[in-house]
T-cell receptor, first 116, second 107 residues
Framework: EPEVTQTPSHQVTQMGQEVILRCVPI?????FYWYRQILGQKVEFLVS????????KSEIFDDQFSVERPDGSNFTLKIRSTKLEDSAMYFC??????????????FGPGTRLLVL | LAKTTQPISMDSYEGQEVNITCSHN???????ITWYQQFPSQGPRFIIQ???TKVTNEVASLFIPADRKSSTLSLPRVSLSDTAVYYC????????FGAGTRLTVKP
């Protein structure tokens, strides 16, 4: 069964550093998403992406965040200057069609980011 | 997006049937109801989706009454490995997860 993959599985960084989290969505999917989950808390939507554009973003997704699909397979989340509160598990997801009628999102295993 | 309300936690024993109910009073006409499962340190995983009446797959059943203001996820004969958080989501567009229901299955 095809699956979403994410790298790295864990990343430790110093506050103020830039990090790039990478995702390879399922190959025939066109809609891509990033979520984060702070330890012990709920899954929070960050951003959705389609046709090389951001479709929607949450209030969490401020100017420190950016997303990119640099080639035909990767989908990246960049945090420009990490803060302690960015420490979380970051999940990438993809879907063939927009979330809605008869559609589901497939999630990757996540990247655990720790900002020191 | 319709707001959903679920119990924060539930306990069960192996072999029992577990029913988790989600309230979504403001569900819109076009909204589907989707349930996800999340194990610790893993991404959410799709379980089942429905619009009305009953849907069944190899993992679970989903019961939706005629007014669609609630839905019940039914897990038959749970095992220890079903211990997870279960999320009910309603609507289209980007998914906004609630706190979910933490199910603990005991031996």
């Amino acid at each position: 069964e095809p699956e979403v993959t994410q790298t790295p599985s864990h990343q430790v960084t110093q506050m103020g550093q830039e990090v790039i989290l990478r995702c390879v969505p399922i190959s025939n999917h066109l809609y891509f998403y990033w979520y984060r989950q702070i330890l012990g808390q709920k899954v929070e939507f960050l951003v959705s992406f389609y046709n090389n554009e951001i479709s929607e973003k949450s209030e969490i997704f401020d100017d420190q965040f950016s997303v990119e699909r640099p080639d035909g397979s990767n989908f990246t989340l960049k945090i420009r200057s990490t803060k302690l509160e960015d420490s979380a598990m970051y999940f990438c997801a993809s879907s063939e069609r927009p979330q809605g009628i008869g559609e589901t999102q497939y999630f990757g295993p996540g990247t655990r980011l720790l900002v020191l | 997006l319709a707001k959903t309300t679920q119990p924060i936690s539930m306990d069960s024993y192996e072999g029992q049937e577990v029913n988790i109910t989600c309230s979504h009073n403001n569900i819109a006409t076009n909204d589907y109801i989707t349930w996800y499962q999340q194990f610790p340190s893993q991404g959410p995983r799709f379980i089942i989706q429905g619009y009305k009446t009953k849907v069944t797959n190899e993992v679970a059943s989903l019961f939706i009454p005629a007014d669609r203001k609630s839905s019940t996820l039914s897990l038959p004969r749970v095992s220890l490995s079903d211990t997870a958080v279960y999320y009910c989501l309603v609507g289209e567009g980007d998914m906004r997860f609630g706190a979910g229901t933490r199910l603990t299955v005991k031996p």
